[in-house]
């Protein structure tokens, strides 16, 4: 079964710009969390998604915004970019199936300049 | 919001050696994850607990979720310079939604470990 497949793996964006990040989860998998992982802050959560909906919300600015597709795949917009946004975003997907266990993929890296 | 109190930060050992890490939290978890993570690369899961007390090995590693379900501890036996890595332990808080539907992940800030060879 193919792993969680994330695009593009590497962007830089100048601020002010605006990026759109795409992740296709495991097949089977409804469920996408998204991550914002800098050396200072460690790995924070930013969104799930399920059936298309967002259930959960980290404490990230309306900047950040996400979607969900009938087929799972998710994506991430971020907006008016800043220095600050410049990290390694990771997508994660889980099955529901009685477990809490999330299978992250290799993570889409920002620079912004 | 939740915070997960991992340590040591870093760890410089020999390899064969053994290596122990934990995490602590001030409130209850209800899942505990241990992931590792290569440069460049995403988390890739170890080990997951669901239970207090719940001792789970993968190969030389071995996590247990603590009996007061604010701790946990990974340990690597014998290590191997292929162990390099920051590894995470990561949970689930309990926020009394016994359907599990939060699947939003806690982060400890990671234990960076160095296997000289």
């Known amino acids: 079964?193919?792993?969680?497949?994330?695009?593009?793996r590497y962007l830089i964006k100048t601020r002010g710009q605006q990026v759109t990040l795409s992740c296709s989860p495991i097949s089977g998998h409804r469920s996408v969390s998204w991550y914002q992982q800098t050396p200072g802050q460690g790995l924070q959560f930013l969104f799930e998604y399920f059936s298309e909906t967002q259930r959960n919300k980290g404490n990230f600015p309306g900047r950040f915004s996400g979607r969900q597709f009938s087929n799972s795949r998710s994506e991430m917009n971020v907006s008016t970019l800043e220095l600050g946004d410049s990290a390694l975003y990771l997508c994660a997907s889980s099955s529901l199936r009685g477990t809490n266990e999330q299978f992250f993929g290799p993570g889409t890296r920002l620079t912004v300049l | 919001g939740q915070q997960l109190n991992q340590s040591p930060q870093s760890m410089f050992i020999q390899e064969g050696e053994d290596v122990s890490?934990?995490?602590t939290s001030s409130s209850i978890f209800n899942t505990w994850l241990w992931y590792k993570q290569d440069p460049g690369e995403g988390p890739v899961l170890l080990i997951a607990l669901y239970k207090a007390g719940e001792l789970t090995s993968n190969g030389r590693l071995t996590a247990q979720f603590g009996i007061t379900r604010k701790d946990s501890f990974l340990n690597i036996s014998a290590s191997i310079p292929s162990d390099?890595?920051?590894?995470?332990?990561a949970g689930h808080p309990d926020d009394g939604n016994s359907g599990g539907s939060n699947y939003k992940l806690t982060f400890g800030k990671g234990t960076l470990l160095t296997v000289n060879p």
Request: proline fraction near 6%; hydrophobic fraction near 35%.
């Open chain 2, 21 to 23: 890490m934990n995490c």
């Open chain 1, 1 to 8: 079964k193919a792993g969680v497949t994330q695009t593009p």
């Open chain 2, 84 to 89: 390099v890595g920051i590894y995470f332990c």
